[in-house]
């Protein structure tokens, strides 16, 4: 029998701003989209760490991320 002891999932998340939109509007909801994002993690005391904000020339952002999966004990993942 095995059981599982710890998990954790890396996740590259792309925050894309929205063609249809005002430049520097878009940027806003982009930022607004990924406090979003944070704030619904926070909420479900999802276990994460953010490795990296990467700012993107066109105004999006890409997140690497590290997040606790299915309420499993993340061990030494996230130190």
């Known amino acids: 029998m095995k059981r599982i ?9 792309h925050f894309q701003m929205k063609e249809e939109m005002e430049h ?3 940027v806003l909801e ?3 989209e ?5 704030k619904m993690l926070d909420k479900k005391r999802v ?4 490795v ?8 999006s ?3 690497r991320i590290k997040k606790q999966y299915n309420n499993y004990d ?3 993942y996230l130190s």
């Not at 990924?34 to 944070?38: G, H, L, V």
């Not at 276990?47 to 953010?50: C, L, M, V």
Request: aromatic share 8%; glycine share 6%.
């Open 5 to 13: 002891q710890s998990a954790c999932l890396n996740q590259t998340i």
């Open 24 to 26: 520097e509007l878009a």
């Open 30 to 32: 982009v930022r607004a």
């Open 34 to 38: 990924y406090e979003q994002y944070r």
């Open 47 to 50: 276990k994460y760490q953010i």
């Open 52 to 59: 990296e904000e990467l700012p993107q020339p066109d105004g």
């Open 61 to 63: 952002l890409v997140i």
């Open 74 to 76: 993340v061990g030494d």
